[in-house]
Structure formats: C-alpha cells, structure tokens
C-alpha cells in the first residue's frame, strides 16, 4: 500500500507556474463580476436559466412548498400577478445585464 502524502499549506497568491489541471491561468482565486467574464459560462446558460420550462418547474415546486412570501411581502398569488405583467421586461433586462433587484 502507497504512503499517504500530506498537501502543502496554502501560500498566499499564486506563483506564476501553471500546476494541476483546475488551474487554466495564473491569477487571483477572486470571483469576477458576472458581466466582466460572461465567456466562462458558456453560451446559452443564462437563456437556459430562464427558459419557460425551467421557470415553470420551479414555480410548481415553490407552489408544492408553500413558499413563504419575500422581503417585499408579496404572497405567492400577488408574486404570480406581478409577473404576469412585468416578467417580459425583467428577462430582458436580466438578459441585457442591466436589471438590479431592490435591497433586501
């Protein structure tokens, strides 16, 4: 049986080689914005997001739980009303990078 090996304690900031294969560019392990690096995600994963399929299941499960109402205090049925208006100009907005949700 192999010895077990021990990992070396983390070093503050990274050396310039490359090591491992998780690692595709030296850099910082900081998360960037989501508009900044909008390539890493993939093409399609946001549309994907928010297909009306996608949406629909996880507005059934929410339904199924009972879900409680949100820091702004609309109910499930109130939420359901307000969508059924304002929903096309939140995708596009969402899609478009520009929507900001009100403070919690």
Not at 10 to 24: H, I, K, P, T, W
Not at 57 to 75: E, I, M
């Amino acid at each position: 049986m192999q010895e077990a090996r021990h990992q070396m304690p983390a070093r503050a900031g990274r050396s310039g080689g490359r090591q491992g294969e998780a690692l595709s560019e030296p850099g910082s392990d900081e998360a960037t914005c989501p508009r900044c690096d909008a390539q890493s995600t993939g093409p399609g994963l946001l549309e994907a997001a928010l297909a009306r399929e996608n949406l629909q299941r996880a507005w059934k499960r929410v339904k199924a739980n009972k879900g409680a109402a949100g820091a702004d205090g609309l109910s499930i049925e109130a939420t359901a009303a307000h969508l059924r208006t304002s929903w096309p100009d939140i995708r596009e907005r969402v899609l478009a990078g520009t929507y900001r949700p009100m403070p919690v």
